[in-house]
């Protein structure tokens, strides 16, 4: 089954990308803080992640940076999703592992389509 | 003269068109800063002496900014060719263009205009949103909470029946968000703005304590008459300041108490009237520390027949203390100062004075003989001088126009790596945007 974990602080986006995730018939699962985010990823053991840069307690490049270092986690899909969309955040986050880089504001369908892709799944 | 309600838009029309920043105009036009910031914001009706001061401190004729004319297309015209050297045109076609293509020259114009306010705006936002923690939060807010918006509208506006509980929950994100953005864009408008009364809250105490005493053009006559400290009075001028700028303000003007008691006004207006503005014939003449007299020749009271003076003040770290432009020759609003400033090569030798002619990168476009400036630097010992401890230095400099190049080979400086254009700087820090991009 298709997994997706969103770890992004902004609670109505959660509930945006949930409601389009779910609809698609993806498992969905959230985590807001980025203090325990890979904690959370390693518990509930998604199969593709969302991930945003500026979080609080913990920036999105360092918790990218600490699921790539992980066996289990090193080639999951990994989107991040950001409001910084200068060149060089781009280029850290390719740097540091991510699959796919995309700013805000986002299009649903761009990112349904694109997590779908990163997955395998066929439209 | 007549008065005119919208003269202030023309105002600050032309000073854009110019390049130059309000501060700058204001001493020329015999004004405060602030007054001239209400007449540009048509807050304020002039005409009169003070409308013919303004129009003599911006090349213009009065009747350009009190009747509604367009400013002179000829001018305009020729500042376009002049901001691009590297296209060749013959300026004595000028005339003969504008007669025959109108329409082409007032194009050619507005773009000229529309190019240097955003130059303009472009280096102060990149200094801004490179170093300035609240801009990159205020941004980051408004984006996730536009992305907010844009994600569950576009669910709300999808085709086809929606659960109702959904369509509920999602309109009062949608509302609730929008209140959200409404905050967060008004609060971003007023910081870039520069509206006094909100964006003093956003200010660090320092740029607050900076932004009074320009506004005030860097001189108090309160303090020049005070023959005793008088803790109310400088409280005074400090009224609008939060308490943490109030305390710096405090210790700023007792300093300048002090110095106005060792080095009293008319004296020091009598030697300027003798010397000009040179700092060393004015320390062989009182045998007063160079520090001291750069700091009173920065305080002089505004005189539009006096050019403009800078000074700059740094501690042993670098740390800017104090920021009083020169024309372009300006401080970083946040981050770190060029290097090559001689600011920071006087504290590697404390106590020795340095005069440097320097040429200022400032905009990209603009004639280097109008960036030229010649420098006054001394760094000393701030706190007598003992076995322990760590010495706490200062550096002063003191920053006045050069009229003419004096030395064959001027430095070259900027304000910082990110605002510079100058290549292959041993000193470069980062990328500029100029060069580089954003």
């Known amino acids: ?123 | 003269m007549e008065r005119s309600a919208f003269a202030g838009s023309r105002i600050r029309e032309r000073r854009v068109a110019l390049g130059l920043r309000q501060a700058e105009v204001a001493l020329r036009a015999g004004i405060s800063g602030s007054y001239l910031n209400l007449i540009e914001h048509n807050r304020r009706r002039i005409g009169g002496k003070v409308l013919l001061n303004i129009a003599a401190a911006l090349e213009t004729e009065p009747g350009a900014l009190a009747q509604g004319a367009e400013k002179s297309l000829l001018t305009s015209l020729r500042d376009a060719a002049i901001a691009r050297p590297d296209v060749e045109v013959d300026l004595s076609q000028t005339e003969d263009f504008a007669d025959r293509f109108t329409d082409w020259a007032r194009l050619i114009s507005a773009q000229q205009s529309q190019i240097t306010a955003l130059q303009q705006t472009v280096s102060s936002l990149s200094d801004r949103l490179a170093h300035d923690p609240f801009l990159s939060e205020a941004l980051h807010e408004v984006l996730s909470t536009v992305s907010a918006i844009r994600s569950t509208a576009s669910i709300l506006a999808e085709p086809g029946e929606m659960d109702q509980n959904w369509q509920r929950r999602f309109q009062t994100n949608v509302f609730q968000d929008s209140i959200r953005l409404a905050t967060a864009s008004q609060s971003l408008a007023d910081y870039l703005d520069g509206d006094s009364d909100r964006v003093l809250d956003t200010l660090s105490p320092l740029d607050e304590l900076d932004s009074l005493l320009a506004k005030n053009g860097y001189h108090f006559a309160e303090l020049e008459d005070m023959r005793q400290w008088s803790a109310p009075v400088a409280e005074g001028l400090l009224a609008e300041a939060s308490a943490a700028a109030k305390t710096l303000g405090l210790a700023y003007f007792r300093q300048y108490w002090r110095d106005a008691q060792n080095f009293r006004l008319p004296k020091l207006l009598q030697l300027v009237a003798e010397f000009g503005l040179d700092p060393v014939r004015i320390a062989r003449e009182t045998e007063l520390s160079l520090p001291l007299i750069f700091r009173r020749l920065a305080s002089l009271p505004p005189d539009p027949n006096r050019p403009p003076v800078g000074l700059m003040i740094c501690d042993g770290s670098g740390g800017l203390l104090f920021k009083q432009p020169c024309d372009d020759f300006q401080a970083p609003r946040v981050g770190s100062a060029c290097a090559l400033w001689p600011l920071y090569g006087a504290l590697t030798q404390i106590g020795v004075a340095a005069r440097h002619q320097i040429l200022h990168s400032g905009r990209p476009g603009t004639l280097g003989e109008e960036n030229l400036f010649d420098t006054f630097s001394i760094a000393e010992r701030v706190t007598s001088a003992s076995f322990e401890g760590v010495p706490v230095l200062r550096s002063t400099m003191l920053i006045l126009r050069a009229e003419t190049p004096t030395y064959n080979q001027p430095l070259p400086i900027g304000s910082t790596c990110r605002l510079c254009n100058i290549d292959a700087c041993p000193a470069r820090r980062e990328p500029s945007i100029f060069s580089d991009g954003f």
Do not use: C
């Not at chain 1, 018939?25 to 945003?52: C, E, F, M, R």
């Not at chain 1, 979080?55 to 989107?79: A, H, Q, T």
């Not at chain 1, 761009?110 to 779908?116: F, G, I, Q, R």
């Open chain 1, 1 to 123: 089954m298709r997994h997706v974990l969103l770890i992004e602080d902004e609670p109505n986006i959660i509930e945006a990308l949930s409601f389009i995730f779910l609809r698609d018939g993806w498992k969905v699962d959230a985590h807001s803080d980025g203090a325990n985010a890979v904690a959370t990823a390693v518990q509930t053991a998604p199969n593709a992640i969302i991930l945003d840069v500026m979080l609080p307690n913990r920036s999105g490049f360092e918790i990218l940076e600490e699921l790539r270092s992980l066996p289990d986690y090193k080639d999951i899909p990994i989107l991040m999703l950001t409001a910084r969309g200068q060149t060089k955040d781009r280029d850290i986050a390719i740097a540091r592992g991510a699959s796919q880089y995309m700013t805000k504001p986002f299009s649903n369908a761009e990112v349904l389509k694109t997590m779908n892709a990163l997955v395998g799944h066929a439209p």
